[in-house]
């Protein structure tokens, strides 16, 4: 669906969002992830909300919302993260994007670039040394046309549970 771009607004996410932005996260995740169980997805949710409760009061996770005619049809969040410095994050402060999201019918219309830029221009007010992020196959070369590229090191982990 093409739409008038001058009709989306974007506005920072709050406390009395957490639902909305639960609801969206699940679908993203069962997009991207296929369906979980009935019980994995209720644990979740639960975990969400208290994440989302804690991470927006403290200032830990930004998120913004994006509308179009007081509908909200994208997403996205940043998670703020610490650690010590190094000769690259000398700050010791980085961002890491997460659940960039437009619902399905208002895709290609430049939202997820919209949103990705608020988060961006977020960063840089607070000083963050860099951003990262994990891309889909459809959202890498939205990310490349606003810079983003691929990091120096490989990145290895090992799953707890």
């Known amino acids: 669906m093409i739409i008038n771009k001058a009709n989306i607004?974007?506005?920072k996410a709050s406390e009395n969002d957490i639902e909305t932005?639960?609801?969206n996260r699940i679908i993203f995740l069962k997009e991207a992830y296929g369906n979980p169980s009935t019980e994995?997805?209720?644990l979740l949710r639960l975990n969400l909300r208290e994440y989302y409760a804690r991470s927006l009061k403290s200032?830990?996770?930004i998120s913004w919302i994006a509308e179009y005619e007081n509908e909200a049809v994208g997403f996205c969040?940043?998670?703020i993260r610490e650690q010590p410095g190094n000769f690259e994050i000398p700050n010791g402060k980085t961002g890491y994007i997460l659940n960039i999201f437009t619902i399905k019918q208002f895709r290609k219309n430049g939202i997820a670039s919209l949103l990705?830029?608020?988060l961006i221009d977020e960063g840089r007010q607070k000083e963050l040394d860099?951003?990262?992020l994990h891309a889909t196959p459809d959202g890498e070369p939205v990310y490349r046309?606003?810079?983003?590229?691929?990091?120096?090191?490989r990145a290895l982990e090992i799953i707890l549970k």
């Open 130 to 132: 860099k951003i990262e």
């Open 21 to 23: 932005l639960v609801e």
């Open 59 to 61: 200032g830990t996770f």
């Open 9 to 11: 607004s974007l506005r």
């Open 145 to 153: 046309r606003i810079g983003f590229i691929e990091p120096h090191d």
């Open 40 to 42: 994995l997805e209720s």
């Open 77 to 79: 969040g940043m998670v």
């Open 116 to 118: 990705v830029q608020k």
